[in-house]
């Protein structure tokens, strides 16, 4: 048994790496906004097509990070993670 077919990675985004940051700083929410508009562009999909998500740790929230993000983006959550794995985060 396995998520064959039911979950698929379609789309990534990332900032540009950089030893001394050259954008104006952002809270976390931010950001999440920011990357989370790229990925789905990278993707081709539209945000309603999105039911969940999995995250880490949120600087804004100490309560579940899942919730706040997609909440701060206006998508209905039906599925949820929070990952905290020290180094393996998601």
């Known amino acids: 048994m ?3 077919g039911d979950a698929a990675i379609v789309g990534i985004a990332e900032y540009k790496p950089e ?3 050259s954008r ?3 809270f976390h929410l931010e950001q999440w906004t920011d990357l989370a ?4 562009d990278d993707a081709g999909i539209h945000p309603s097509e999105v039911n969940g ?5 949120l ?3 100490d309560s579940f990070a899942p919730s ?4 701060y983006l206006g998508i209905p959550m ?6 905290d794995l020290g180094g393996a985060t998601a």
């Open 2 to 4: 396995g998520l064959r």
């Open 19 to 21: 030893r001394r940051s």
């Open 24 to 26: 104006a700083p952002k």
């Open 37 to 40: 508009k790229a990925a789905l």
């Open 53 to 57: 998500i999995c995250a880490n740790r």
């Open 59 to 61: 600087a804004e929230s």
């Open 68 to 71: 706040t993000i997609l909440e």
């Open 78 to 83: 039906n599925f949820g993670e929070m990952v």
